[in-house]
């Protein structure tokens, strides 16, 4: 089955780590995302990236980093200065960016700091 | 700043009852529109989708939605809606080359 996988589901961290999030896509999309959903909040846009070896920051980029070397992952981490980390995490992926092209989501991973 | 509002955080119908949650855009030049949904437990899934040609759309489960361009909207309808509807609808709008920016949401509680 074709699709995208974010692992692990739940993950819990102390504060002062920094954690990477995994996301996989075997769609042999081009576009890959990753959003924050918080209550009330919507999905808000961290990096995504058009190609492999190339990201562009989002609206709330500050505290977390991404990197591209293969098609098929889009891992992200967060680091210990992202002030508010604990929040629900999805990654997309799309055959290229923009236009008419629908967005994939995986299931998320849930991220919570203590 | 380029956004997307969604007018309403919570709707309560009851079933049968009709839908429309509101979606205004402030982004300039073409764009192409979204409605995700989110169910209980289960991924973000597209519902309807435009961006050109006849601006009343149609999408999955008797969604339909209706661009109007001189009030930058594309608000989501359903004539009916069941129980199996209550979810979380997103509305997002993107520009060539660029990612989609979402609303907040409307959460939909359906009463049988």
């Known amino acids: 089955d074709g699709g995208i996988t974010q692992s692990p589901k739940y993950l819990f961290r102390k504060e002062g780590q920094n954690v990477t999030l995994s996301c996989e896509q075997n769609l042999n999309h081009d576009a890959m995302y990753w959003y924050r959903q918080d209550p009330g909040q919507g999905l808000r846009l961290i990096y995504y990236s058009q190609i492999v070896n190339d990201f562009q920051k989002g609206d709330i980029a500050e505290g977390y980093s991404v990197s591209r070397e293969k098609k098929e992952s889009f891992p992200l981490t967060v680091t210990s200065a992202q002030k508010n980390p604990t929040a629900f995490y999805l990654c997309?992926?799309?055959?290229?960016?923009?236009?008419?092209?629908?967005?994939?989501f995986g299931p998320g991973t849930r991220l919570t700091v203590t | 700043a380029q956004s997307v509002s969604q007018h309403n955080h919570h709707v309560i119908l009851s079933e049968a009852a009709s839908l429309e949650l509101g979606c205004n855009y402030s982004y300039g030049g073409t764009v192409n529109l979204f409605w995700y949904v989110q169910y209980p437990g289960q991924h973000l899934q597209l519902l309807l989708k435009y961006f050109s040609g006849d601006p009343l759309v149609k999408g999955i489960k008797g969604f339909e939605a209706e661009f109007i361009k001189s009030k930058f909207s594309f608000n989501l309808r359903k004539p009916s809606v069941q129980w199996s509807d209550t979810a979380e609808y997103f509305c997002a709008v993107n520009q060539a080359g660029t990612a989609l920016i979402f609303g907040k949401g409307t959460t939909l509680s359906v009463s049988s």
């Open positions: 997309a992926s799309s055959s290229q960016s923009g236009g008419t092209y629908e967005q994939y």
